[in-house]
């Protein structure tokens, strides 16, 4: 009932920036958190940046003083902004959402929803 979408991915020089959006669209009423998580090839997803509905913001540790994550909660959409890009980010970057519905026959609910992911290269 809802979608993520991701845009702004590419290949990119390493020094350079780079700005994620994310558009959340669909049925829901709310949304919670917001963030990135990103999976370079033969690793593990790892956690990117997250914001809460509040604004209240938290890094993984090999982003911090480089990637800034914001959020405009009118038009339902993230962002990541990249700078001083390094080889090492180059990965899948994948948006999520923490949906809220509140209806009245089905009742309060939460749930996590996830973007296609885009891809993020950067050569040195």
């Known amino acids: 009932q809802v979608q993520l979408v991701e845009s702004g991915g590419g290949l990119v020089q390493a020094g350079v920036s780079l700005r994620l959006s994310c558009l959340v669209s669909?049925?829901?009423?709310?949304?919670?958190?917001m963030g990135w998580y990103r999976q370079a090839p033969g690793k593990q997803r790892e956690l990117v940046a997250t914001i809460t509905s509040g604004g209240n913001t938290d890094y993984g540790d090999p982003v911090k003083g480089r990637f800034t994550i914001s959020r405009d909660n009118a038009k339902n959409t993230v962002y990541l902004q990249m700078n001083s890009l390094k080889s090492a980010d180059t990965a899948v970057y994948y948006c999520y959402a923490r949906i809220v519905v509140a209806v009245v026959v089905e009742g309060p609910y939460e749930y996590d929803s996830w973007g296609q992911g885009t891809q993020v290269t950067v050569s040195s």
């Open positions: 669909g049925r829901f009423d709310r949304v919670n958190d």
